[in-house]
């Protein structure tokens, strides 16, 4: 049974098909008020080699091949064959700037 992410919160998974040090640690998802974004997660340490942190980069997913390096790119064809029914919206963009 798939859980619904509650707003405000997240799941990371350590990054198993780790090959390259730019890839992240570790890898997830987070609901921020009401939008999903992929997460990732680099465990780096300070220049004097002292103190542990952790570097965060939320990204859309659509957007997640180039966001995780190492996953697979999501294109609207492939989230479409794996969402049927889905159809992408094609609505003209408003290229009026309201200020």
């Not at 890898?27 to 680099?42: A, H, T």
């Not at 939320?58 to 969402?83: C, H, W």
Request: cysteine-free; hydrophobic content about 30%.
């Amino acid at each position: 049974m798939e859980r619904e992410q509650k707003d405000n919160t997240g799941v990371l998974f350590k990054n198993g098909k780790k090959t390259k040090e730019s890839q992240p640690d570790w890898q997830g998802m987070s609901m921020i008020d009401g939008v999903e974004k992929w997460v990732s997660v680099w465990v780096n340490k300070s220049r004097d080699g002292n103190t542990v942190y952790m570097k965060m980069a939320y990204a859309e997913p659509m957007q997640r091949g180039s966001a995780i390096g190492n996953a697979d790119l999501v294109t609207p064809a492939s989230f479409a064959k794996k969402n049927p029914g889905w159809e992408p919206d094609h609505t003209p963009l408003d290229d009026e700037v309201p200020f």
